[in-house]
């Protein structure tokens, strides 16, 4: 995620989709005694209420590439000298 130009990891799974937010703010409104018209003010929630990130397929696709290519292929392996590679147990 990018907040004020600055990136940051975040889970979608750690994110509201626009129902859980709906049904946070329903739960957070039934809870505070002094909001006297919740009906009302969860509907004028509900239509303020939208998605504000959006998926970036090219740096996602940069971020993993990079991320792929930092894997080494030859973990768990090591070469002697004057002889070919050797598995090494886990």
Known sequence: ??????????????CFTIESAV????EAIEKDASITRKKWLLEVL???????YIFNEHL????????????????????RENSSPKKIKS
């Open 23 to 26: 049904d946070y703010a329903h």
């Open 46 to 52: 509900k239509n303020y209420i939208t998605v504000n």
């Open 60 to 79: 996602t696709n940069k971020i993993e590439q990079t991320a792929l290519s930092n894997i080494s292929t030859t973990r768990g392996w090591y070469k």
């Open 1 to 14: 995620m990018v907040d004020n130009n600055i990136a940051t990891q975040k889970n979608t799974a750690d």
